[in-house]
């Protein structure tokens, strides 16, 4: 689906660096639009996000230019404000943003452009979740009221970039009461398109999996230390990050990990597996719905988007999942053992996950964008 929208566009995104849930939102945004530029803060050349053919043109802030930078970029957050708002989009009749974190604090426009903002969240670290991200990066101690510093002028930067979006898009209702809360801006939800490629060619490896980055928040620890207790239970894990080394440090023989895989692989080892498990806070959880979409039920921290994506086998006559309520890996070790106690059916999985098709989520941003600049 890819329209031919008469205006000079512009699609900003933070950085492009990984390839997950905000670039799948990216790259469906890209495809509603036959002709766009893209503009980032930083950028890896060979992302997939950016293979097409109807981007014209791509640009960097001046931070690409900095050694490194791909692996270390969490440390220049302080720079990413005074980045984002350098970008000159004067030229442009109607700004998409993409945002997590800064892309929706673009600055340089002209007062007849309009800008849409699609927020996957306000950024988390300088929010709600400071103190988690004060831990989990083990700062030594006389650096943390320097990082204290940057996260409150972040904050500060971050309410005033709030109101310089023309109408928001939340990524979930958990999402958009976050942006009420923090930003005291109202928002409308789209649900972020869930796409799934499934074969015919899978093997049922009957082990859990695990799909995320390998980074503190995620608390992939947790289900690495639940899956420890429970030997006879294998457990599959993909993606990378940071926290690879220190996860295969800790991980018993019943633990596997796989690294990065393509969509198509991604789709065979769920497809292949037993059910899903995620210990994280998501504000969507794009993957919980990929698992559902697969037939597979899930075990989920029972907090954030989950609660809006999977049907909780406690209230639900048509179960597509169980959640565990407090994040420790007794509670997964619990509701690991509660998982084959329950008659999960893969139908009631596949109905739940079409509410969040790609082509809903298509249908849907096009009628805002059109509503916007009409």
């Not at 831990?135 to 204290?148: A, D, G, M, N, Y």
């Not at 109202?186 to 490629?197: A, T």
Request: glycine share 4%; aromatic share 10%.
């Amino acid at each position: 689906m890819t329209r031919q929208i008469k205006s000079r566009i512009a699609v900003v995104h933070d950085w492009i660096v990984t390839y997950a849930g905000a670039e799948i939102v990216l790259r469906n945004i890209l495809n509603l639009l036959k002709k766009k530029d893209v503009y980032c803060l930083i950028r890896d050349t060979n992302n997939p996000v950016l293979n097409d053919n109807n981007i014209s043109n791509i640009r960097e802030s001046y931070l690409q230019k900095i050694p490194g930078i791909k692996n270390y970029y969490k440390y220049f957050a302080s720079l990413m404000p005074s980045a984002i708002e350098s970008f000159d989009l004067k030229k442009y009749d109607l700004i998409i943003s993409s945002s997590w974190a800064f892309a929706h604090g673009i600055k340089r426009k002209s007062k007849s452009t309009k800008h849409l903002a699609y927020v996957h969240t306000p950024m988390r670290w300088a929010w709600d979740m400071e103190e988690d991200y004060l831990s989990h990066e083990h700062f030594v101690k006389f650096i943390q009221p320097l990082v204290q510093r940057q996260i409150r002028k972040l904050r500060e930067w971050d309410q005033i970039a709030s109101q310089r979006p023309d109408k928001i898009i939340a990524n979930s209702k958990f999402v958009q009461n976050r942006i009420k809360k923090y930003w005291g801006r109202d928002s409308k939800v789209i649900y972020p398109p869930v796409e799934i490629f499934k074969g015919d060619h899978f093997e049922n490896h009957g082990s859990f999996v695990s799909i995320c980055r390998l980074v503190p928040y995620k608390r992939v620890d947790l289900i690495v230390r639940a899956f420890n207790k429970l030997p006879d239970k294998k457990l599959m894990i993909v993606g990378s990050g940071p926290e690879l080394p220190r996860l295969k440090r800790m991980a018993n023989s019943n633990i596997k990990f796989v690294g990065r895989v393509t969509d198509n692989e991604k789709s065979d080892i769920l497809q292949g597996s037993v059910g899903f498990v995620q210990a994280s806070k998501e504000d969507f959880g794009i993957s919980l719905v990929e698992a559902q979409a697969c037939g597979i039920p899930v075990i989920a921290f029972g907090e954030g988007g989950a609660r809006e994506t999977v049907l909780d086998a406690r209230i639900s006559k048509n179960p597509t999942g169980v959640f565990f309520l407090k994040q420790s890996e007794d509670d997964i070790v619990e509701k690991i053992l509660e998982f084959y106690k329950i008659e999960f059916n893969a139908d009631d999985c596949i109905r739940n996950a079409e509410k969040f098709s790609a082509e809903s989520f298509r249908y849907r941003m096009l009628e805002q964008i059109t509503s916007l600049i009409s």
